[in-house]
């Protein structure tokens, strides 16, 4: 038996009470809900009755669910449209920003405000732009003569998902432009000097100095954008709720709708263990893909 | 010298388009909270108000919507201060305890960031509920601290590594405990890491809505972004009163990032620069 001075001077008995609540708090809200989750799955089960057994059955359900699968591709579209208009934007944004130039930080401090809106009011500033009779978008098409674009932006099933992305886009350009700018500016000056004297010109200096040395940044914030577009909900939840028919329905969203407005718990844990595996998997080529990036 | 003017010149035009995509659709929100609805639906969205009424925003309080900005101020507050405690004890384990499992813990604690929370919410829905503390204001902080624990681990064990570690090494030779040691000489120094701690978690669980969606259920217990979501179901007809609460519920951070600009894009980028 050790006494209390013994115990106090034991490293692991220290280290382990230090980690406590942390680990405490991690594992009863972020670990172990998994594979509760997994459990839930195999389940019938309205949240509040008893659950009854169903085997596999809510997976075989799942594998031939055309509705969960289209969510899926629209998070992964929303990686594709994310990566191709987010990095361009920012990073063209923050080569703008860091050039010496009247008012850069004025620019910067008006660009960054959209970070700070929440998912849900960026949601219903959209969709008061969207509006097809009060909307700005369409006024301001009707204004300058363009009536024949004007249309149901949230309400046509074939453009929701494109018109729901955009403020996606809005909202976290900022931010990615902000992580450029910080990386621009640690390039170092002697490098842009030694192109000037080799006669490159801002293009060339931009695609044979800037560019190569931001490699890593843009990767981590591929990572980054990567892993977030499976995690989006709230914005879409409130812009669209997913609609029209589904149209602009993503994983998050449609377990939500499943479990919580119809009350199909077990399903819905299908779903949340689906989209664990999903974010898992890509979470994990992707880490690994920017990883061996940084070492070469 | 021609070439050079030009080239500025296309610099601010591209400068000034961003700004009125960015700026417009704030302009939009805060000019039409000021018209009354029927003038709203009289005039073309982007013509100023015929007069500055401040009568959406008193409808808009007397809903009850000031009730929100407190209940999101409780719940934040409160989660931070457990956030900056906890995570600040396990980066000192991680950091300078030499345990053997220092790496796997370390690692174990970032993996956290991979799990989708929506995958999480049935669970905790289910857990919230046989703890009794489902349509509780308190029933939001456990997951609130739990879903900012690995950045925060992430951004002070970084920090915590950077410091010397002479600066202990008087302390133990004297005998003091290790948790003195962490609260005499590591939490002061690690200041300036906890700050960013503070506003990363601030800013980004001042805008969290899945969990109190999820556990939460009557309107006096209702944070910020679960009020506007539930004021716009409500109202959503009446566009400006709906558009005067949206303006009302970004103020708070907008008003924060006046006064403290350079902080709050420091931290909200925190977990991204450092990744």
């Not at chain 1, 959209?126 to 149901?152: A, C, H, K």
Request: hydrophobic content about 55%; overall charge positive; glycine content about 4%.
């Amino acid at each position: 038996m050790m006494n209390k001075k013994e115990l106090m001077n034991n490293k692991y008995f220290i280290a382990a009470l230090f980690l406590l609540p942390a680990v405490i708090f991690s594992l009863v809200y972020l670990i172990i809900p998994i594979p509760l989750s997994t459990y839930y799955s195999f389940f019938k089960w309205d949240g509040i009755g008893a659950m009854e057994f169903l085997g596999l059955e809510n997976w075989s359900k799942l594998l031939s669910d055309p509705i969960f699968w289209s969510s899926m591709a629209n998070n992964f579209k929303l990686v594709l449209i994310s990566l191709v208009v987010q990095i361009p934007i920012a990073l063209f944004l923050a080569v703008l920003l860091t050039r010496k130039i009247k008012g850069a930080n004025f620019f910067k401090t008006i660009f960054f405000v959209p970070m700070l809106l929440s998912s849900i009011a960026v949601a219903f500033l959209w969709r008061y732009m969207y509006d097809p009779t009060f909307g700005l978008i369409n006024g301001f098409l009707n204004l300058v003569g363009l009536e024949q674009l004007t249309r149901s932006w949230l309400g046509d099933s074939n453009i929701a998902f494109y018109s729901a992305s955009a403020p996606i886009q809005w909202r976290f350009i900022p931010l990615y432009m902000i992580i450029f700018m910080a990386a621009i500016s640690n390039i170092p000056k002697q490098l842009y000097e030694a192109a000037e004297i080799d006669g490159a010109n801002n293009w060339q200096s931009f695609f044979y100095v800037t560019l190569p040395m931001l490699r890593s940044t843009v990767v981590n914030a591929s990572v980054l954008i990567i892993v977030g577009s499976l995690k989006y909900f709230a914005m879409i939840f409130a812009l669209t709720g997913g609609g029209p028919n589904h149209a602009s329905e993503l994983m998050a969203t449609y377990l939500y709708t499943k479990s919580f407005t119809e009350m199909n718990m077990g399903y819905g844990s299908t779903i949340s263990v689906a989209l664990f595996l999903v974010a898992l998997i890509v979470s994990v080529v992707f880490l690994n893909f920017s990883k061996k990036d940084v070492r070469n | 010298m021609m070439i050079n003017k030009l080239k500025q010149l296309v610099i601010y035009l591209f400068l000034l388009i961003w700004l009125l995509i960015t700026g417009y659709p704030l302009v939009f929100l805060v000019q039409n909270s000021f018209k009354i609805r029927m003038e709203f639906f009289r005039n073309p969205v982007w013509s100023l108000p015929e007069s500055f009424t401040f009568q959406n925003y008193i409808e808009v309080m007397e809903s009850g919507f000031y009730m929100y900005f407190i209940n999101s101020i409780i719940v934040c507050f409160i989660s931070v201060a457990i956030i900056i405690i906890v995570s600040a004890l396990a980066s000192y384990a991680i950091s300078r305890i030499d345990f053997k499992f220092n790496k796997i813990v370390y690692i174990l604690f970032l993996a956290g960031m991979m799990i989708p929370i929506h995958s999480t919410l049935i669970p905790i829905y289910k857990l919230t509920l046989s703890m009794g503390l489902y349509d509780r204001l308190s029933a939001l902080i456990g997951p609130y601290v739990a879903f900012s624990l690995p950045i925060s681990v992430f951004i002070l064990t970084g920090f915590i590594n950077d410091i010397p570690y002479e600066l202990e090494e008087a302390a133990i030779i004297d005998g003091a405990s290790r948790f003195r040691i962490f609260r005499d000489i590591i939490l002061p120094l690690v200041k300036p890491a906890i700050a960013t701690v503070a506003i990363y978690n601030l800013t980004l669980l001042w805008n969290q809505f899945a969990y109190a969606l999820v556990l939460t259920s009557s309107p006096s217990k209702r944070i910020l972004t679960l009020g506007l979501f539930e004021f716009q179901g409500q109202h959503g007809i009446n566009i400006p009163l709906t558009l005067t609460a949206l303006f009302l519920s970004v103020l708070p951070l907008i008003l924060l990032y006046v006064f403290l600009q350079e902080h709050i894009i420091k931290g909200m980028t925190a977990g991204a620069l450092k990744g």
